[in-house]
T-cell receptor, first 113, second 114 residues
């Protein structure tokens, strides 16, 4: 089954404790992206990757890191989480073409206390 | 800068009726893609329909259709014969041709009542 998986689905952590949210897709997509969703703001892009070893900042990259060492994986790293990073996070992937929809993972709900 | 605007925070519709969710966009690129996603209370993002800027006809997918008015820069979603399961948050989005980024609107919460 074609899918994007994220782990963990739910996470409660404390300020400053490094964490990684994993994202994996099995569709051989070139393009992968991370979004955060906050009430009243819709989804905003954090980082994206057009292909292996190619990553770039989105609209809200501060406080986040990513890497793309393999085509299927695109982990999101929070080196020192803060309460303002409490949010719902989505990973997405697609064929790297304008006309194709992005497939979303199930989301990771992160709470930073 | 590209922008998506959804001016209806919430909409109500009776079961079996049609409903239109508004979306306007702003871009200077001649080539772009417009998408609608549904987010039920369970949280996942479900792709509904796509319209390309050069498409001559309005897109349709089952009970979903996209009323694309290019000159007005609007891409409204029409849901025909609403069902209780249509109750969800609906997001309009535009794909940036340069970065492949999806730019989202703030969403419209649709509630279908019996």
């Amino acid at each position: 089954e074609a899918q994007v998986t994220q782990n963990p689905r739910y996470l409660i952590t404390v300020t400053g404790k490094k964490l990684t949210v994993t994202c994996s897709q099995n569709m051989n997509h070139e393009y992968m992206s991370w979004y955060r969703q906050d009430p009243g703001l819709g989804l905003r892009q954090i980082y994206y990757s057009m292909n292996v070893e190619v990553t770039d900042k989105g609209d809200v990259p501060e406080g986040y890191k990513v890497s793309r060492k393999e085509k299927r994986n695109f982990p999101l790293i929070l080196e020192s989480p803060s309460p303002n990073q409490t949010s719902l996070y989505f990973c997405a992937s697609s064929v790297g073409h304008l006309a194709y929809e992005q497939y979303f993972g199930p989301g990771t709900r992160l709470t930073v206390t | 800068a590209q922008k998506i605007t959804q001016t209806q925070p919430g909409m109500f519709v009776q079961e079996k009726e049609a409903v239109t969710l508004d979306c306007t966009y702003d871009t200077s690129d001649p080539s772009y893609g417009l998408f609608w996603y549904k987010q039920p209370s369970s949280g996942e993002m479900i792709f509904l329909i796509y319209q390309g800027s050069y498409d001559q006809q309005n897109a349709t997918e089952g009970r979903y259709s996209l009323n694309f008015q290019k000159a007005r820069k609007s891409a409204n979603l029409v849901i025909s014969a609403s069902q209780l399961g249509d109750s969800a948050m609906y997001f309009c989005a535009m794909r940036d041709p340069g970065t492949d980024k999806l730019i989202f609107g703030t969403g419209t919460r649709l509630q279908v009542f019996p």
